[in-house]
């Protein structure tokens, strides 16, 4: 790279920082930059953080830059899907079209400051009323010299997992650019024959990339967008998207965006947003790849950038990934128990996600209790990261169970991360409930039959009361939540309490199994600037709610105990998600547990029966879990995974055809 | 009708009565029944109660009545859209496949107990590894002397309000029937060219004949199957159906479906599902239009029912609908406090809710606070209907605001549902649990500013303490869970304490608005067979939380003068969710309140400032709202309503275009 263009590079993260802290861009900078870029195929890779539904503020963002890229003469300033909306908005457009109005109007205040450059602005573009089909288009708008000069419409609609475009929009009967005075009005009927490029570019919307016939096996749709638009001979593919880290293994994409360049010997340009909404957190990394499928340049992962790129003179920066995004494409097909190579992508998407989530809603605080044991600890860490160790606040809550231990490695980690830090017994709310409750207990008996010999209730008491002195705290003190540290396994097997430790206003580890969390406990250790705050006792106890004592050892009772080792029990979720295992082929294929520790089969298959018989009964409280950070590739996140309370009674193992025969012919 | 007819309908009665206790069915009346009906045409209307994945439970159900429509020698019977799956299923077939492999295994055990009698059964179909689009087919087979005899699969995928059907269903490329052997490889590559119908029967499923083109004026969909079939000259159309009570007025229903029996001179079959599953609730009501249009049969609502009809000879009988499913048309389009042709309706729709969750998720009984205010009061009168008023405990928890009157008024109620009662007071837990927060307050106030002057924290103790209370019956007997009592304007202001009265295992009244409330209490008393079980001082008292102290007044606060009158907040909610209208038409047309209730211009701006303002910060409640039933045409039902927590600084006004000039070229 010569020195004019490392200097660019050099200056535009300079540009990146000031526009972050919103101060102004020096006219110096501005001067060499465009003395660089001017009029000479640049094209800048806007990958912004907008708010999901708020307008004015995307608007503002986006105005911001558009202005900066007319000031240094880019050719080109492209945004990621629904830039203007946020994606996702759900189905807040429908119930609310007062935010389509708007978009609308401030998409065409947004036209009338362009110059020379193109700017590509994604919005929701509402239809006729009675058009065909459903109300709105997920649209790209060209915007140059002060006028809408097209629009771009999706054509293909995800509607798996976390998305759900179809459930609003219409998919596109046209490829390409129609011209601007279709804007509101377009339909079949109403598809100009023009030219599907503008300016030699062909644009293209997220998921219209995803359906290359030879690049994948399996397509979700009959059309392929990019064939189409290849067929005009665009000098560049620009994709404006919006999509999740999770969502697809990055590996998957880079293939995928790299088959395409080479396939048809054309650039592409790839935007994806950055940022969290609600509980899906946007990697950014937008990148160019050259017509020989070489990638050219990538913005940097979970951070607003503004990344200058020269698609045909292969100008371009490649900033380093994040790791863990890079996983490649066989990685997940195979359950491992080796996390290390996805930690950083991991520490990334949940602060982001919760750092997100607290601005966006206006939080600012956070309270969370710290039992000492690992869940609460990683939340504390992590917290701390994400909105600042002043900003939470750890309350130590011992009940008589609580071993002096967990209290000193609590209160030992508040001070490593420099977290606010108290405690408070929870016992005389505990006796003072466990006396007001024995007494309505006596008395419900006398109408009840069925009280149980041995009860969760008095865990549950423990954890309720917990749970109240930090809703009591987000009362009581401004901008403050309480904090949900369930995980990933145990809530699979709802071993979590109601109005207890799975209470809070966010969520942020209810997508990280057990087994990744001890890995992720030591990666902080490692990388984070202050080194091994976690206190390394809190890494070895095995994790135990200390909320009962087990009559068999006398000891507070350990989880994987009641429960199964974690190992097997992650590996059985992993199995399920990733690779639709069932409850036959989970018995008959051998466990990475089963390599070091031999077990029968009577053993295995108590465990599996437990946990399809919990997870039945878990679903009612994944329907009510906080807000929280979607992170595997499958979760249990009710945004992404839905499936009906009362479908309690599945039987998980099927019947044979003989039972079946037998049982529809007795009468 | 003659005697044999009406007396074909007597005995039906007494078989679905039988059928319904599982005991079998006389010999004496299966011969009467078969001497009138057999091979002259008639045809079997099964509605069906279904639980979603249990497919052994659904196939033994559907076995059951297939057995005697073979028995009675009826020409067909119909079940309803995936009766072996139960509708709606969601991602639970994506994710665990097995029911799929089941569900098509039972499939083809009840073919081989069909004899001359055709049976329309709905499945899950899978389809081919790669087949091009998403994996499964909705579908109806054909079943009939031993075998399966042909496939009908869905075209028309509907993914608004509760429906998702396009998440994992393909759109069937084919209307009609096509042959068996495309089970489970059929595609658009494998239409073959035969009859679309099958023994003169029109057969399609469900939203396939929601889209005629001259019936409506907006069309979500390009095709009309229905249209389609008719081309072939069907003697009668059957359409298999889910649909639940909200989703359409019945009436736009019975319109459509007389519409299209007159316009293609050809009788329809409509065959519902019946029975709750989950947060919906579908009526039934299955029925049978002639070929001029004309209403020949239909069967009741919210009970499972097999109606034996002959379409040809209009021999059928119109069993009475509830009350409000025959809304007219246009009474949706206008706000009113008339409720009353509605409640019945409401009734049946919370009851089937109720006890649906309950028998299918394996739970007896319910315990729930009576405050002596509307809501628990309503919710333990729908309660004791449900579930019985042995399985309904009441539990009266006073604390120091608590009125005598409060107290008594519980009492009465409970004695006259005959539910069980005590009292327990919430006093020493409350002052435990302040002393304990008062402390620990201090101490996070050292480090923490921000503490608020007046808080909500008293207030939320005492419904926190009390949702403990109810949880920890519920975790000490068997088969119990405690209610959570919010109703839907209170939830729309996020009047509801998280962990306290918005908390529980079943949310019965969410999706009713409070002045519908009132009117409901009143039809309960006047309906039900014992009248009057709601004190009437109940009725009369302005609701309020009874948890703080008015300083204004020095009595308990009035929810109004905290929020504003109920009238106006639920005309608010009314005109969004059914008229989407925004802040601006809100200010600018007249309130049915105003009518009567002069106000200013900043009163009203006043009362729709803090509406917009408390919705938008309720957002997070509604996602942990617990399971409840969809009673309205919209709801905040999180599985019917899906809006980003972090759009809540939407700015519901909108601005002016200058403003987004100024706004915009500014620097």
Request: include cysteine; proline fraction near 5%; hydrophobic fraction near 35%.
């Given at each position: 790279m010569d020195n004019t263009l490392a200097n660019l590079y050099e200056l535009s993260e300079i540009v990146d920082k000031r526009f972050s802290h919103g101060e102004d861009i020096p006219q110096n900078i501005i001067e060499t930059i465009r003395s660089t870029v001017s009029g000479k195929g640049f094209i800048g890779l806007a990958q912004i953080n907008p708010i999901a539904g708020n307008i004015e503020y995307n608007a503002k963002k986006i105005a911001k830059y558009i202005k900066y890229a007319c000031k240094i003469n880019l050719d080109l300033i492209v945004f990621p899907e629904l830039a203007l909306m946020g994606y996702p908005i759900e189905d807040t457009i429908d119930r609310h079209p007062v935010i389509v109005d708007e978009n609308v109007k401030w998409l065409k205040g947004l036209a009338k400051i362009t110059t020379n450059t193109t700017a590509l602005v994604g919005f929701i573009e509402p239809r006729e009323k009675n058009a065909e089909g459903k109300k709105y288009f997920n649209s790209v708008a060209i915007l140059k010299s002060g006028k809408i000069q097209g629009i771009v419409r999706k054509s293909l609609l995800p509607n798996y997992s976390e998305f759900n475009d179809y459930r609003y929009i219409e998919p596109s009967p046209a490829v390409g650019v129609q011209p601007a005075e279709t804007l509101g009005v377009f339909g079949k009927d109403k598809i100009k024959n023009c030219s599907k490029i503008f300016e030699n570019y062909g644009i293209s919307i997220c998921e219209?990339?995803?359906?290359n016939k030879e690049f994948f096996d399996k397509h979700l749709y009959e059309k392929d967008p990019i064939e189409e638009l290849a067929q005009e001979n665009p000098q560049i593919f620009i994709n404006c998207s919006a999509s999740p880290t999770r969502a697809k293994k990055e590996q998957l994409k880079h293939n995928m965006l790299s088959f395409i360049a080479r396939k048809y010997n054309t650039p592409i340009v790839y935007v994806n947003q950055v940022g969290a909404i609600d509980n899906s957190s946007f990697d950014g990394s937008s990148r160019v790849f050259g017509a020989d499928g070489e990638l050219i340049a990538r913005a940097k992962s979970f951070e607003e950038q503004l990344l200058i790129v020269n698609p045909q003179q292969k100008i371009g920066k490649i900033y380093p990934l994040t790791k863990g995004l890079d996983k490649s494409l066989n990685e997940q097909k195979i359950f491992t128990l080796e996390y290390e190579s996805d930690l950083e992508r991991t520490y990334k998407t949940i602060i982001q996600g919760i750092s997100d989530y607290f601005k966006k809603c206006g939080f600012k605080r956070a309270v969370l209790g710290l039992s000492g044991g690992l869940d609460s600890t990683v939340c504390a860490v992590l917290l701390a990261d994400a909105i600042g160790e002043k900003n939470v606040y750890g309350i130590s809550m011992p009940s008589k169970i609580t071993s002096k231990e967990s209290r000193s490695d609590a209160e030992e980690l508040a001070h490593n991360l420099g977290i606010n830090f108290t405690e408070a017994s929870i016992r005389p709310m505990i006796d003072t409930t466990d006396e007001c409750l024995n007494k309505l207990f006596a008395e419900v008996e006398q109408k009840w039959d069925g009280r149980y010999k041995t009860s969760f209730t008095p865990d549950n008491i423990q954890a309720r009361s917990r749970a109240m002195f930090l809703w009591g705290i987000s009362n009581e003190f401004s901008s403050c939540i309480p904090i949900a540290t369930s995980d990933k396994s145990e809530l699979y097997m709802g071993y979590a309490t109601i109005n207890g430790d799975m209470s809070g206003g966010f969520a942020p580890i209810a997508d990280v199994p057990k087994t990744k969390l001890f890995a992720f406990a030591r990666w902080l250790n490692k990388n984070r600037p202050k080194k091994n705050a976690i206190p390394e006792a809190i890494i070895l106890k095995k994790p135990g709610a200390e909320l009962a004592i087990d009559p068999k050892t006398g000891k507070p009772l350990i989880a994987e105990d009641a429960l199964m080792p974690y190992e097997f029990l992650d590996e059985i979720i992993w199995r399920i998600e990733n690779k639709n295992d069932g409850y036959q082929s989970l018995i008959n294929t051998e466990f990475v547990y089963e390599k070091h520790n031999p077990i029968t089969r009577e053993q295995k298959i108590e465990w599996l029966d437990k946990f399809f018989r919990r997870m039945s009964t878990a679903l009612y409280k994944w329907s009510i879990l906080p807000p929280s950070v979607i992170v595997e590739s499958r979760s249990i996140n009710k945004y992404d995974y839905r499936q009906p309370i009362t479908s309690s009674k599945i039987n998980y193992k099927g019947v044979n055809d003989d039972y079946i025969k037998t049982t529809l012919t007795s009468d």
């Amino acid at each position: 790279m010569d020195n004019t263009l490392a200097n660019l590079y050099e200056l535009s993260e300079i540009v990146d920082k000031r526009f972050s802290h919103g101060e102004d861009i020096p006219q110096n900078i501005i001067e060499t930059i465009r003395s660089t870029v001017s009029g000479k195929g640049f094209i800048g890779l806007a990958q912004i953080n907008p708010i999901a539904g708020n307008i004015e503020y995307n608007a503002k963002k986006i105005a911001k830059y558009i202005k900066y890229a007319c000031k240094i003469n880019l050719d080109l300033i492209v945004f990621p899907e629904l830039a203007l909306m946020g994606y996702p908005i759900e189905d807040t457009i429908d119930r609310h079209p007062v935010i389509v109005d708007e978009n609308v109007k401030w998409l065409k205040g947004l036209a009338k400051i362009t110059t020379n450059t193109t700017a590509l602005v994604g919005f929701i573009e509402p239809r006729e009323k009675n058009a065909e089909g459903k109300k709105y288009f997920n649209s790209v708008a060209i915007l140059k010299s002060g006028k809408i000069q097209g629009i771009v419409r999706k054509s293909l609609l995800p509607n798996y997992s976390e998305f759900n475009d179809y459930r609003y929009i219409e998919p596109s009967p046209a490829v390409g650019v129609q011209p601007a005075e279709t804007l509101g009005v377009f339909g079949k009927d109403k598809i100009k024959n023009c030219s599907k490029i503008f300016e030699n570019y062909g644009i293209s919307i997220c998921e219209d990339c995803w359906n290359n016939k030879e690049f994948f096996d399996k397509h979700l749709y009959e059309k392929d967008p990019i064939e189409e638009l290849a067929q005009e001979n665009p000098q560049i593919f620009i994709n404006c998207s919006a999509s999740p880290t999770r969502a697809k293994k990055e590996q998957l994409k880079h293939n995928m965006l790299s088959f395409i360049a080479r396939k048809y010997n054309t650039p592409i340009v790839y935007v994806n947003q950055v940022g969290a909404i609600d509980n899906s957190s946007f990697d950014g990394s937008s990148r160019v790849f050259g017509a020989d499928g070489e990638l050219i340049a990538r913005a940097k992962s979970f951070e607003e950038q503004l990344l200058i790129v020269n698609p045909q003179q292969k100008i371009g920066k490649i900033y380093p990934l994040t790791k863990g995004l890079d996983k490649s494409l066989n990685e997940q097909k195979i359950f491992t128990l080796e996390y290390e190579s996805d930690l950083e992508r991991t520490y990334k998407t949940i602060i982001q996600g919760i750092s997100d989530y607290f601005k966006k809603c206006g939080f600012k605080r956070a309270v969370l209790g710290l039992s000492g044991g690992l869940d609460s600890t990683v939340c504390a860490v992590l917290l701390a990261d994400a909105i600042g160790e002043k900003n939470v606040y750890g309350i130590s809550m011992p009940s008589k169970i609580t071993s002096k231990e967990s209290r000193s490695d609590a209160e030992e980690l508040a001070h490593n991360l420099g977290i606010n830090f108290t405690e408070a017994s929870i016992r005389p709310m505990i006796d003072t409930t466990d006396e007001c409750l024995n007494k309505l207990f006596a008395e419900v008996e006398q109408k009840w039959d069925g009280r149980y010999k041995t009860s969760f209730t008095p865990d549950n008491i423990q954890a309720r009361s917990r749970a109240m002195f930090l809703w009591g705290i987000s009362n009581e003190f401004s901008s403050c939540i309480p904090i949900a540290t369930s995980d990933k396994s145990e809530l699979y097997m709802g071993y979590a309490t109601i109005n207890g430790d799975m209470s809070g206003g966010f969520a942020p580890i209810a997508d990280v199994p057990k087994t990744k969390l001890f890995a992720f406990a030591r990666w902080l250790n490692k990388n984070r600037p202050k080194k091994n705050a976690i206190p390394e006792a809190i890494i070895l106890k095995k994790p135990g709610a200390e909320l009962a004592i087990d009559p068999k050892t006398g000891k507070p009772l350990i989880a994987e105990d009641a429960l199964m080792p974690y190992e097997f029990l992650d590996e059985i979720i992993w199995r399920i998600e990733n690779k639709n295992d069932g409850y036959q082929s989970l018995i008959n294929t051998e466990f990475v547990y089963e390599k070091h520790n031999p077990i029968t089969r009577e053993q295995k298959i108590e465990w599996l029966d437990k946990f399809f018989r919990r997870m039945s009964t878990a679903l009612y409280k994944w329907s009510i879990l906080p807000p929280s950070v979607i992170v595997e590739s499958r979760s249990i996140n009710k945004y992404d995974y839905r499936q009906p309370i009362t479908s309690s009674k599945i039987n998980y193992k099927g019947v044979n055809d003989d039972y079946i025969k037998t049982t529809l012919t007795s009468d």
